[in-house]
């Protein structure tokens, strides 16, 4: 019974043990930028985001594993000082085509306002065993306004793998806004990292890419001075 009970045992935590590498070397493989910053989307107020970024593993002899990730993002202003998104993120391994899908909701709440709020994104990734995942991953989100029409972001935010409790990340994300005139469209280019804790602390991920936001809203209040001015005209 002892010897069975071992071997019970040994079983059990080889496949633990795999299942932790492959989580490790596939799980990161997801987006974790952010694109954002502490400013809360009014109520009623719409905003769109689409980005595409580029991930690479921190390690010299897994320099394959690297992919492309193309995120589209809906924002909307729910009650003050509170907004929440959808996004729909697909991922992309160039050299070996492996990849899948992620959907994300996300609820944002302002704190110090347009300086730091806090956010709750919840993520399912959608594709094979090892790429298939639930994560919660709170955080915060800080803005140092440079003017009207610019900022830094700073973001900070853990990773939390529903399915296997061992494995906690954290990812840091830094970028800039830049804010056309009319307040209608907002470049966010960004960088990031994804640093496994614990016992996985030699796991790391880097992030660059860019992003572009349109605010409705400021769009529609754009045309509505054009035409006020062209009556005035005529």
């Known amino acids: 019974m002892q010897d069975r009970s071992g ?14 590498f492959a989580l ?15 400013r809360i989307v009014e109520r009623g107020h719409p905003h769109a985001t689409l980005g595409i970024s580029r991930s690479v593993i921190l390690e010299e002899d897994a320099s394959d594993v690297n992919w492309w990730t193309f995120d589209g993002d809906m924002r909307f ?7 929440g998104s959808v996004r729909i993120s697909v991922f992309h391994n160039v050299p070996e085509g492996w990849g899948g899908g992620q959907v994300s909701v996300d609820i944002r709440g302002g704190i110090v306002e347009d300086h730091l709020a806090v956010a709750l994104p919840v993520s399912i990734t959608i594709g094979d065993f090892h790429f298939a995942s639930l994560r919660i991953q709170p955080g915060f989100i800080g803005t140092i306004p440079l003017g009207e029409r610019f900022e830094i972001n700073g973001a900070i935010r853990a990773h939390v793998y529903v399915r296997v409790p061992e494995l906690l990340a954290i990812g840091y994300n830094l970028g ?10 907002t470049i966010r280019p960004e960088v990031g990292r994804l640093q496994f804790v614990g016992t996985s602390s030699d796991v790391a991920y880097f992030q660059y890419g860019v992003a572009i936001e ?3 809203v400021a769009e529609e209040d754009e045309n509505d001075s054009l035409t006020g001015c062209q009556l005035f005209l005529y």
Not at 176 to 185: C, F, K, Q
């Open 7 to 20: 071997g019970s045992t040994a079983v059990r935590t080889g496949i633990i043990g795999a299942a932790l």
């Open 176 to 185: 800039l806004g830049m804010t056309t005139p009319s307040g209608a469209w």
């Open 214 to 216: 349109h605010n409705f």
């Open 24 to 38: 490790l070397t596939l799980q990161g493989c997801l987006t974790y930028s952010s694109y954002q910053s502490a």
């Open 77 to 83: 202003g729910i009650v003050k000082r509170v907004d």
